[in-house]
Nanobody
Framework: QVQLAESGGGLVQAGGSLRLSCAASGRTSSAYALAWFRRTPGKEREFVAGVSWSGGNTYSADSVKGRFTISRDKAKNTAYLQMNNLKPEDTAVYYC?????????????????WGQGTQVTVSS
């Protein structure tokens, strides 16, 4: 089992920045990727960005490329999502997931382990 705890969400004006954190605990001896997803009411969970176990490989959705950057601190078992130039359409609950490196399943919103989520609200 892997436990995930997200933090860093909040309210920000359009054009502003936030940094989300995802701290992993539990079965941290296993190699797993960490990824961010988001969901708005009435919509399916949407993949945002993922980072490999080593932190050397990343993969992002086209909608956030150039604005969001994912990174990972292996020593702290923590992944970060730096979000810049935020737009009102980025408003969502952001979830951290842990599991195999599998962008195809990520596009379906699938991950074995999930955090509770953190709310991000971008005002216009």
């Amino acid at each position: 089992q892997v436990q995930l705890a997200e933090s860093g969400g909040g309210l920000v004006q359009a054009g502003g920045s936030l940094r989300l954190s995802c701290a992993a605990s539990g079965r941290t001896s296993s190699a797993y990727a960490l990824a961010w997803f988001r969901r708005t009411p009435g919509k399916e969970r949407e993949f945002v960005a993922g980072v490999s176990w080593s932190g050397g490989n990343t993969y992002s959705a086209d909608s956030v490329k150039g604005r969001f950057t994912i990174s990972r601190d292996k020593a702290k078992n923590t992944a970060y999502l730096q979000m810049n130039n935020l737009k009102p359409e980025d408003t969502a609950v952001y979830y951290c997931g842990a599991g195999p490196w599998d962008p195809r399943n990520w596009s379906r919103g699938q991950m074995p382990y999930w955090g509770q989520g953190t709310q991000v609200t971008v005002s216009s």
